[in-house]
């Protein structure tokens, strides 16, 4: 699509005002009214503190709110006084706050963001969520310094997080991406990125954003795309953010995320067949040492339907995996749910054989990734019970055994990749 | 007197051989066209079974559900049945080609039935197969739908949707032949209303407490707070 057509005439007479730009942070917001404060007043301090010579505007791409997030992101300013006070920007810092055009959605938010930087060719671009509160000045600064300072493309943030939090990344996109794409990232769905003004002209030339894989895991596909296309990629560690709870259903969310993998796994293939092993993507400034509390939960709930869930989906998981591995997985539903241990070979095995079962299309493709919840549920579980009570080290090594597992089965998924 | 019967008899002897100089060549037509029409129907069957094959047409079959009830109706695979079916659509338009030929008065016209009942056999099929799939779509939709929704009895709700999908396929198949139509079409009315009725009183009197649980799972007065609940991204 055009620029024209992707930013309203009214965005482009802001955008001609403010000129070029060395930095441009963008945060896309849809009912953020609760949360939207904080986060501007984290980019502000930003420019004020640690850009202050630079020219800088944040826009805010709106998908239509109706709890006046847009009016909280323009009159934002009267709040941030003290901060001025503390430390000036010399220049101008412009704020825009616009609403984009399409269906409401992380991709369209982005793509005028985007567009938008490529126009007023801002050297550094940041992304922040809206949802969470706990963004810092320091933060903000975080992914933007290795795109100004050091010439990266691409910065993905690592967050001090509990490794019992987020088992869809720790359990599934993590160890699944770090061994096709053979780069260790620790959260490569992570919401929040920098990037430069090379990689957003790449990214605004793909064909994804009319897509389904545009639309809802627009996060996942930049980062594929970071690393695929080989452009200069970091970590930057960041403060960890208050879980805030998701609007998103877990069923739906669960879908978006995976299906949203699994396309891009698809589409980064060329990339990703020969490549082996995992190196560590360099991590320019590590996390804040803040203690983090684990996550209140044992994985007993997760465990229970593990047994009843195979038994019912015995005749779709029949299509989807090998004899062997739906064998392996009726033995492991005939144990107690207590006794529910859900090896890390077996996993690896059964998320490849879904990626295939996707990619050879057995079924309906969002059929294969429903079907692949209740196994994950169980695994989450399984997980869960084991080191509900274990020391951090402990899960971390867990998991990096688990990543490594996906690693030493992806010459069995490359062969039959390549037969399907 | 015998002059007369001598004439009848060489009469009847010259209309005998008239009528057999007449019928043999018809019968040897007859023979022809039903010997080349088997040979083309062997050749055509044996021609959409390739092309089955190459276009994998057991592989759609397995997904969209066809060959299990296939094999529950001891029937052959897709392909061979594709094939088997237009073998005996050919032939027979040939076979009834050759009758026709022979020029018997009460035969007339069965030909012609043939092949206007042909296009609403084929559409009968179409229907089928349609049914097939958009069956086996739906119960694979609701089977995980209910397991992910942890809605009770997945398996009975999904098979259930599938089979009054089938029914309903069948019924409209049925009726496009033109088979018995009252008795299907009543035969169906009566099914599914008293299966609809059966439902509703089973689910009223014995499912009421199901219905409580499913409707306070999915619009609970209160946020579910539970050590379980877990942010998964």
């Given at each position: ?6 930013l ?118 940041a ?16 992914l933007?310094?290795?795109v ?6 691409y ?6 997080r ?18 096709a ?9 992570a ?12 990214c ?43 609007r ?5 969310l669960?879908?978006?995320?995976v ?18 092993g ?27 339907a ?16 090998s ?6 997985l009726?033995a ?53 019970r ?8 402990l ?10 597992e ?15 | ?5 001598a ?10 051989v ?22 083309i ?28 009830l296939l ?31 022979l ?43 209910a ?43 009566i ?43």
């Amino acid at each position: 699509m055009a620029q024209d057509s992707v930013l309203s005439d009214e965005l482009l007479h802001h955008l001609m005002a403010v000129g070029h730009v060395d930095v441009l942070v963008g945060v896309p917001t849809l009912n953020n009214a609760g949360t939207i404060r904080p986060v501007v007043k984290a980019v502000h301090q930003a420019f004020a503190r640690y850009f202050p010579r630079d020219r800088s505007v944040l826009i805010n791409s709106d998908g239509g709110s109706d709890d006046g997030t847009p009016s909280l992101v323009r009159n934002a300013s009267a709040d941030d006084t003290e901060t001025v006070t503390v430390s000036h920007s010399l220049r101008t810092v412009h704020r825009i706050s616009t609403p984009y055009h399409g269906v409401p959605g992380k991709g369209n938010a982005l793509r005028q963001i985007m567009t938008a930087a490529d126009l007023i060719q801002a050297r550094a671009v940041a992304v922040l969520n809206a949802d969470v509160t706990g963004i810092t000045p320091e933060g903000v600064a975080a992914l933007i310094r290795p795109v100004r300072d050091q010439q990266f493309d691409y910065v993905a943030p690592v967050y001090q997080r509990h490794p019992l939090e987020g088992p869809l990344v720790t359990q599934l996109v993590r160890p699944l991406m770090r061994a096709a794409y053979g780069w260790q990232v620790r959260d490569p769905v992570a919401p929040e990125f920098g990037c430069s003004h090379r990689f957003v002209s790449h990214c605004l030339e793909q064909d994804v954003w009319d897509t389904e894989l545009g639309r809802v895991g627009i996060d996942l596909w930049v980062t594929a795309e970071a690393l695929a296309k080989g452009f200069r990629c970091c970590q930057t560690g960041l403060n960890p953010h208050p879980a805030t709870p998701t609007r998103t259903p877990f069923g739906e969310l669960f879908a978006q995320v995976v299906d949203s993998a699994f396309a891009c796994l698809e589409r980064h293939a060329p990339y990703w067949l020969g490549r082996n092993g995992a190196e560590p993507m360099p991590l320019v400034s590590p996390p804040p040492t803040v203690a983090v509390e684990p996550p209140v939960v044992n994985g007993t709930r997760l465990t229970e339907a593990f047994a009843l869930d195979v038994e019912n989906l015995r005749s779709v998981l029949q299509d989807i995996l090998s004899a062997e591995t739906l064998a392996s997985l009726e033995a492991l539903a005939e144990k107690q749910p207590a006794r529910l241990r859900y090896p890390d070979p077996l996993w690896a095995s059964t998320v490849y054989q879904f990626l295939l079962a996707y990619r050879g299309g057995v079924m309906r493709r969002e059929h294969i990734v429903q079907a692949l919840a209740p196994l994950y549920l169980g695994r989450t579980g399984s997980f869960l019970r084991q080191y509900a009570t274990s020391p951090e080290p402990l899960v971390d090594e867990a998991l990096e055994n688990l990543c490594r597992e996906f690693e030493r089965s992806k010459p069995d998924l490359v062969q039959r990749w390549n037969r399907v | 007197m015998a002059q007369m019967i001598a004439n009848a008899i060489r009469q009847a002897g010259t209309n005998f051989v008239e009528s057999l100089s007449v019928f043999l060549p018809r019968m040897v037509t007859t023979l022809a066209i039903i010997i080349v029409g088997w040979l083309i129907a062997m050749l055509l069957r044996t021609m959409v079974r390739a092309v089955a094959g190459w276009l994998r047409i057991n592989v759609a079959a397995e997904r969209f559900g066809v060959t299990p009830l296939l094999k529950t109706a001891d029937l052959p695979p897709a392909d061979v049945l594709l094939g088997a079916i237009v073998f005996w659509l050919v032939w027979l338009g040939f076979l009834l080609s050759g009758i026709d030929v022979l020029g018997f008065t009460s035969l007339q016209g069965l030909l012609a039935s043939f092949w206007a009942f042909v296009p609403r056999l084929l559409l009968a099929v179409v229907i089928l197969i349609i049914g097939f799939v958009v069956a086996n779509f739906a119960w694979r939709a609701t089977l995980l739908a209910a397991v992910n929704g942890r809605v009770p009895s997945p398996r009975l709700l999904s098979g259930a949707v599938r089979w009054l999908i089938l029914i309903l396929t069948g019924a409209m198949a049925l009726e496009q032949i033109a088979v018995a139509r009252t008795v299907v079409l009543t035969a169906f009315a009566i099914a599914f209303g008293a299966l609809s009725l059966a439902v509703a009183i089973a689910f009223g009197i014995g499912g009421g407490g199901i219905a409580k649980r499913i409707l306070e799972h999915q619009f609970p007065e209160q946020p579910r707070s539970s050590a379980d609940e877990i942010s998964h991204l």
